[in-house]
């Protein structure tokens, strides 16, 4: 069955908006980060859906220590719609549509395909408050097209020169791809080393994406780095449960009030 016409039961009652979760460099802490908003958001009471839109190298189940039963490649076979794909963490309060890692046709997807995708992840978006996809690293097509496709995008950078370098690249692909629609998009700086050395880091963004591109993405937040972080995804947990009183739990928290707010 076509995806685009399996039955949803989904009711199309909540804002539903797409936070696509990017940076152009890998190993920024883009699915953490994904995960641990999701979590703070669900617990402000928000309905959310996380999509691992990590294609062909899908991680956030192994983050969450889970093991789907369906996932975003049973949805693309026709095997089942992603109302049913879906996954609640009890213990998280969101639910996940998780990807496949290592399956070239997921990897390697039609654009008309991921368009039918993007149409239904749009129409079961109604029954939530946010979705939030996380995206794989890079600037393949499959990228920059749910990129264009998100109502949000949270551009996260570390204090890593290449990070900026291609954070920018993603910033002047995403105007390119969206020529005459408004951009929302908004910095995290994650595992910064200090607030000044963050501050810093999204400062050199800012200027060139003023200066080249004649955009100003705001700073949504700075994240700690903080080693309680990689001793949450080593043991598969939630930080926000396990280390709840750590600064890199504080500051999201502060960006998930931020972005309740805006
Ligand atoms: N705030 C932080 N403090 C300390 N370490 C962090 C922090 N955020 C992320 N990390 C580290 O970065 C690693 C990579 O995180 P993650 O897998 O979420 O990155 P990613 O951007 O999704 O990577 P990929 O581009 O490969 O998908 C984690 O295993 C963790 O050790
Ligand atoms: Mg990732």
């Known amino acids: 069955m076509n995806i685009m016409t399996q039955p949803t039961n989904t009711a199309a009652s909540r804002s539903g908006q797409l936070i696509a979760v990017g940076s152009g460099k890998g190993g920024v802490g883009k699915t953490w980060f994904s995960i641990t908003l999701a979590h703070a958001l669900a617990r402000r009471g928000r309905k959310i859906m996380m999509f691992d839109g990590d294609l062909g190298l899908a991680n956030a189940d192994i983050q969450l220590g ?3 039963k369906h996932d975003l490649n049973d949805v693309i076979s026709g095997t089942c719609s992603i109302d049913e794909a ?3 963490i009890p213990e998280a309060g969101f639910c996940i549509l ?6 070239a046709s997921l990897a390697n997807l039609p654009a008309e395909t991921l368009d ?3 149409a239904a992840l749009r129409q079961s978006a109604g029954g939530f408050d946010d979705v939030i996809v996380d995206l794989g690293a890079g ?3 499959s990228v920059r097209r749910m990129t264009a496709f998100a109502d949000i995008v949270l551009l996260v950078i570390t204090e890593d020169p290449s990070s900026l370098t291609d954070a920018y ?3 002047k692909l995403l105007k390119a791809d969206r020529p005459d629609t ?3 998009v908004r910095i995290v700086v994650n595992q910064a080393s200090s607030v ?4 810093r880091a999204y400062g050199s963004l800012a200027r060139a994406a003023r200066g080249f591109l004649r955009l100003d993405p705001p700073l949504l937040g700075l994240i700690n780095r903080d080693e309680r972080v990689s001793d949450a995804i080593r043991r598969q947990s939630l930080l926000l449960t396990r280390a709840p009183q750590s600064p890199a739990a504080a500051d999201i928290e502060t960006i998930a009030r931020r972005l309740c707010r805006a």
């Open 66 to 68: 889970l093991m789907p």
């Open 86 to 88: 879906l996954m609640r």
């Open 98 to 103: 998780p990807g496949r890692s290592g399956t």
């Open 116 to 118: 039918h995708v993007l």
């Open 139 to 141: 600037i393949d097509p």
């Open 169 to 171: 690249a993603v910033l």
């Open 182 to 184: 408004p951009l929302d």
């Open 196 to 199: 000044a050395a963050g501050k």
